[in-house]
């Protein structure tokens, strides 16, 4: 129920350098991407789609995007470039949270450029060691932590449809991303622009013109 699971409690090895990007992730149950790591240093998460909580309860009683609640002094964990859906309309212990942290620095994650799209303001986007922030009230999460400065509104990234999670004309991620020298071309390859857009796939248009 965990698509991808990084976990230390003992030992004296390290986790470092890790990079996730140029995904979609579909219909997690529990965690999509979780880290419960004292040795965990550095992870890259950009430009990857997250569409979609699997509706089937999660033996815990949650579904969340990414987790994190094992903190050590070296962590940094940096979130780009990432689009995150869901309809999922449960909203108990913050199910559907896109990022949740429990007992996690805040300045132990960085993020920005990434868009959020849930059904209503009354649904929780993230999770931060107990405070809930929505759609329309990321200018506190932004004063709180220093996240999401540069990240367009939260809303509806516009796909083509549910099996087709490319970008429609019109979409607010279409060049509303970052420059990474890490990630020069989209899931299938296409170089992106600059700036790219938003998720993990590039779109054909760009500043509002067809090209």
């Not at 409690?9 to 390290?14: C, E, L, M, P, V």
């Not at 999770?127 to 990321?138: A, D, E, K, P």
């Amino acid at each position: 129920s965990v698509q991808m699971w990084y976990q230390c409690y003992s030992g004296s090895g390290t986790i470092d350098n890790v990079y996730i990007y140029s995904n979609i992730f579909k219909y997690w149950r529990e965690n999509c991407i979780a880290t419960e790591s004292r040795t965990l240093k550095s992870m890259y998460i950009y430009n990857n789609t997250f569409y979609e909580n699997n509706t089937a309860p999660s033996k815990l009683g949650y579904t969340y995007g990414i987790y994190s609640d094992s903190d050590n002094s070296n962590l940094k964990i940096n979130v780009r470039n990432n689009i995150f859906y869901s309809t999922l309309s449960n909203d108990s212990n913050g199910s559907g949270s896109f990022i949740t942290l429990y007992g996690i620095s805040t300045s132990h994650y960085s993020c920005d450029y990434n868009l959020y799209y849930r059904l209503s303001n009354s649904l929780r986007i993230l999770l931060v060691n107990g405070t809930g922030y929505y759609m329309n009230t990321i200018s506190s999460l932004r004063s709180a932590t220093g996240w999401e400065i540069n990240s367009p509104v939260p809303s509806n990234p516009l796909f083509v449809s549910s099996a087709d999670l490319h970008l429609q004309a019109g979409s607010p991620a279409i060049g509303k991303g970052i420059a990474l020298p890490e990630i020069t071309v989209d899931y299938e390859g296409k170089p992106f622009a600059n700036p790219p857009d938003i998720g993990c796939f590039a779109s054909t248009e760009k500043s509002g013109e067809i090209v």
